[in-house]
Each structure stands twice: as C-alpha cells, then as structure tokens.
C-alpha cells in the first residue's frame, strides 16, 4: 500500500500529552489493533519513524547462477558480495553440474566468511546458510578487535625488517587472514542495519551516516593489513634469493614503520574520541614526513636489493596514506554534533 502525503492535527489529550491520528488503511494492512505498542524514533532530520511490532525478519535469499559467471573468481566475488549485502540464504546453482575447481574454491571462500555454513549440496546445487546472529555484536567492538590485530601486524613489521624470520612472516599472514574475516562481518551488519533499521541501537548505529564513515574506516584498516602482508611476501621472496638489507636500509625501514606505528595509533584514538586535533597531526605528519622520508632512503645501496626497498617503502607509504584517510573520517563524524567550533543550525522554517 502507498501513502500519499497526509496532514494530521495535533490532539491535546489531558494536561501533557499530545497525540495525532492514524492512516486507518495503514492499521488495517499493519495488522493492529487497539492496545499495541508502536516503535517511534527520532531521525537526525527531527522526524518521527513510527514501526509497528518487530516481528521475526523475512527471510533474505538469493541464488546464483554459476553457469553464467565468466570465471571462478568473479563466481567467488559473486558470493562475497551476497555475504556482504546481508543474505541469509545464497543458493549456487549449475545444471551443468559442478566442476571439481569450482566446488574447491566455493569451499575456501565459504571458509573465508564467518557464520557461513553448506546446509544442502547436490552436484548440482549449493545451498548456504548464515548462522550469525548480529544482536551479538556491536561495530565498536569488531572495530576495536581490528585495531588491536592491525596494531600487533604493524609492530611484527619492524620485527621482520630486522631480523627476516619467516615464521613472523607466516604469522603476519594469519593476522591478516582474521582481519579479512573481521572486515566482511562488519561490513554485513552495516549493510543488516540499513535493511533492518531496529538494529540500530544493539549494533551501536545512530543513523545512517555513521554507517559511511564506518565502512571507510574498516575498509582501511583491511587495507592496511594488506599492505603488510605485502610487505612481508616480499621480503621473504628477497631473503630466498640471497639478500638482505645494509645496516642503513634496516635503520631507515625500522625508523619509517615506528612512524607508521604512532600514526596508526593516533588516527585510531582520535577516531574513537572524536580528537580533531590529533586527527590533524596525523593529516600533517603523512603530507610533510612520510613523504619526504621514503624518496630519500631509496638513492643509495645494491641496486638489486634497492628494487625490493622500494617495494616496502612504496607499501608503507600507503599505509600511511589510509591512516590519513581515517584521520579525515574524524572530522566528518565531527561535525554531526554541536560544537563550540562547529555549531550546527537548523532553519527554523522547518520546526
């Protein structure tokens, strides 16, 4: 049913209480009746959501062709994707039936999404089920796993850089690995919220646009770890052919990373206290520093081990590039709220 606009007078009931009336056909759709409670809200706009009784949600299916994927990976993108837009059900389906490569790399990208589990399999048919509840998470908490897992692979970085023991290495790709899983579950419960707005406050959401700056923060610091991983595939790759670096190098790698690993930390505090000018400092240190920094340290030393410099330099540098990008995020979640240096005004014409 759709609801043209509709006006309703303001009833004065008692001494303070005002009520308005209900569209009759809404009731009538809606299923109420005298007595029941209504759900009423405040949106950032100042208007009033009214929702009837939440009920048990719908179920969100969808099903994928797999025949029509041009390949493997965009199949396996094609399953993310669906995790990522929250459904509860994803059906593969092939009547051609299922290659061996295709069920190979279903199974890992099933095990790379948490809460994912294969209720029903056929050769000709894959039926996955979400398990996961989202009342049982809030997006502060899953952000702040992800910085303490980030923080601990930033820091194994200068530790590898000095030493290039492989089994740092290999553990930085397990951190990054739980990272990924992190960041796709945060990222189904944004997308849950916008779909499922009575989440909101169990989810620790207040409107949508937390939900932007959310999902540019968590993309960063999956990005962050990505580099890091990076970082240490290739120093491994050096290290097997017989080299390292000088003392020089070494000493300006650590010195670059322990920078990288105060930035970090500072666009992280700031984000959660909402510290501006932290936030500034780190925008500041990444434009005059980190830049100045790396060119530098790249103009000297054995050619051949100077090439695998400049990939690790060339990484930390956009590491440093999303601290900034998070630092930036600050001042938009900023100024949502009154402030004595940002005030924010609403035109009366509209009260």
Known sequence: MELSEQYRKIQQVGEGTFSITLPKNWVIEKGLKRGDLLL???????????M???K???????????????????LTRLIRGCYIHGYDTIKIVSMKGFTEEQITEIMKTIDELPGLEIVEQTS????????????????????????????????????????????????????????DELYFLMVRLLFTYLRRKELGKVLGIDSPAYVVGARL??????????????????????????????????????????????????????FFSLDIQLA???????????????PEMLLR???????????????LSYIAVECKIIAEVIF????????????????????
């Open 40 to 50: 009423i809200t405040e949106e950032d706009d100042g208007s009033l959501r009214i």
């Open 52 to 54: 009837p009784p939440i």
């Open 56 to 74: 048990s949600p719908r179920e969100f299916s969808v099903t994928i062709n797999a025949e029509l994927a041009v390949s493997i990976s965009q």
């Open 124 to 179: 000709q048919k894959i039926v996955i089920h979400s398990f996961i509840d989202p009342r049982r998470f809030t997006i502060e908490v899953l952000m702040k796993r992800l910085q303490v897992i980030v923080s601990s692979i930033l820091n194994q970085l200068e530790d590898l850089v000095t030493v290039g023991d492989e089994s740092i290495a290999k553990n930085i790709e397990r951190q990054e690995d739980r990272v």
């Open 217 to 270: 923060v968590a993309k960063s610091l999956e990005e962050i770890s990505d580099y890091a991983s990076e970082i240490s595939l290739e120093i491994l790759r050096m290290k097997r052919r017989g080299l390292w670096f000088d003392k020089h190098t070494v000493t300006e790698l650590q010195n670059i990373i322990r920078t990288i690993q105060e930035l970090f930390e500072k666009c992280m505090k700031a």
């Open 280 to 294: 500034e400092e780190v925008i500041q240190i990444v434009n005059e520093q980190i830049r100045e920094k790396v």
């Open 301 to 315: 030393g054995d050619p051949r081990v100077m090439a695998h410099a400049r990939f690790v330099s060339w990484a």
């Open 332 to 351: 938009n979640k900023f100024v949502r709220e009154s402030t004595p240096i940002c005030e924010v005004e609403v035109d009366s014409r509209y009260d």
